[in-house]
């Protein structure tokens, strides 16, 4: 419709040569079997009502994709899981070297009646810090290697609607509150425990 050239060659002839186009595309992996027998079935499409198919059978090939898929994105949370319980192990036994090194301040802190959340926030504040810290680091390595690795992701599925940079740019607000709203809870109570366990307060 936008061809000018097309349109005006059209307008000169009683009918549309070109036909109608339908493009179905499934939004989920485990919707293309469905979809394919449904096609193929002469009872939903009659013989002769569609002139030219282009899709094959790629029931084997799909089925191996979805393999690949869970056991990337098995093995991503597994590796997602494992960085999680290092960094909070390093945020709590750094808190807790600190707390010890502050015992005899947080001794006076407790003999003039300082209560137990007042010494604790002090703690809790520096184990938000550390995730600000860290989600800030993360993005600043990781997303120039998504924008490295955008062009040859795009090539292998042969679309630009499978641009991860992309999808980082629109959601990345989201992204960065969510990683920061885990991460900070996460610290926090970890350094609650530490503070709570190494300390009597």
């Not at 997602?80 to 945020?91: C, D, E, Q």
């Not at 600190?98 to 926030?121: H, P």
């Not at 042969?158 to 992309?166: M, Q, R």
Request: no cysteine; hydrophobic share 50%.
């Amino acid at each position: 419709q936008g061809d000018a050239d097309t349109m005006k060659a059209l307008r000169s002839i009683d009918s549309n040569p070109f036909g109608a186009v339908v493009r179905v595309t499934a939004k989920r992996l485990d919707d293309y079997p469905r979809l394919y027998d449904t096609l193929s079935d002469p009872q939903v499409v009659p013989e002769g009502m569609v002139e030219r198919k282009n899709f094959d059978d790629r029931s084997d090939a799909l089925k191996r994709f979805s393999h690949i898929e869970q056991t990337v994105r098995w093995g991503m949370l597994g590796l997602v899981a494992f960085f999680v319980l290092l960094s909070l192990f390093v945020v709590f036994h750094t808190i807790r070297l600190n707390t010890y090194s502050q015992r005899d301040e947080i001794a006076i802190m407790k003999l003039v009646g300082a209560t137990n959340w007042f010494i604790k926030l002090p703690f809790i504040l520096e184990g938000f810090l550390y995730s600000v810290v860290g989600v800030a680091l993360g993005f600043a390595v990781v997303l120039p290697l998504i924008h490295l690795a955008d062009p040859y992701v795009m090539t292998l599925f042969g679309s630009s609607s499978a641009s991860p940079y992309a999808y980082y740019q629109l959601h990345l607000l989201w992204i960065v509150l969510g990683q920061l709203l885990g991460l900070s809870l996460a610290t926090m109570l970890s350094a609650t425990v530490a503070v709570g366990k190494y300390v009597k307060v």
